[in-house]
């Protein structure tokens, strides 16, 4: 009798009580002060979300927009891989020249947007130290994206939506210099994995590709030409006999 008047609850108003309480802490509701924070599905937080399931799950519309970004981001890449070849022509050969050219860019996008991001995220997140950020960006980068360190969820954080728009922003630009990467060690013949993978029929497949494609373009021309010559002298009054 003692221990039901010390707890009058019963077990299914307890889970009934909890599972409010879940409820309202996904909502902004602290459940640890009596206090109120910003709602989880602000407009940054929805951005947020709406970004990554965009850029890490792959709908075509995105990866078409980010390869003809990534074409027009070629241009620079393939001017700095020009300026190299005018300094190193002379002196090392063309593949070390491309493996120069392509370590150029990798360091450029571990340092802006591996090394800088990490550091910003273990100073603006309670909680993470650099391996942590560094991990986040890894794996947001890479589009695996497992979800165990999502940015901004802590019930403390300070312009959380501006914070949840920049994040998704680095996400996205982020996302494209990393198929940048890719598109210029596919152009290294040495480097490409995918072509030690074909078989010999795919080759011969290639080969007898490229040459019908090549013998139809050569012999295309001068047919057209052929018909555009011959049609008028055809089709003339003055090449008929009286």
């Not at 707890?7 to 602290?30: H, K, M, Q, W």
């Not at 360190?149 to 920049?166: A, E, T, W």
């Not at 996302?175 to 990467?181: D, E, G, H, N, T």
Request: aromatic share 10%; glycine share 6%.
């Amino acid at each position: 009798m003692a221990t039901q008047a010390q707890n009058p609850v019963g077990d299914e108003e307890l889970e009934e009580f909890i599972v409010e309480v879940i409820r309202a802490n996904t909502r902004g509701v602290s459940a640890i002060r009596n206090v109120t924070m910003e709602p989880n599905w602000s407009f940054g937080q929805s951005m947020f979300f709406a970004g990554t399931v965009i850029t890490t799950i792959g709908i075509p519309l995105t990866l078409i927009l980010v390869a003809a970004i990534v074409e027009r981001l070629l241009i620079p890449a393939t001017l700095l891989l020009q300026c190299l070849n005018a300094r190193l022509g002379n002196l090392y050969q063309p593949f070390n020249i491309r493996l120069v050219h392509f370590c150029v860019l990798c360091l450029i996008v571990v340092g802006f947007f591996f090394v800088i991001p990490s550091a910003i995220f273990a100073s603006i997140e309670p909680g993470w130290n650099f391996l942590d950020a560094f991990y986040y960006c890894y794996i947001s980068l890479t589009t695996i994206g497992l979800g165990d360190y999502i940015p901004g969820d802590s019930p403390d954080q300070k312009l959380r939506p501006l914070y949840k728009v920049f994040t998704t922003g680095y996400l996205i630009i982020g996302l494209i210099f990393m198929m940048l990467i890719l598109a210029v060690l596919y152009d290294i013949p040495q480097l490409n994995l995918s072509l030690h993978f074909l078989m010999k029929s795919d080759e011969q497949d290639d080969s007898e590709k490229v040459h019908l494609h090549t013998a139809a373009a050569a012999s295309g021309p001068k047919y057209t030409q052929h018909l555009d010559e011959d049609g008028p002298n055809m089709m003339s009054p003055a090449s008929e006999g009286p």
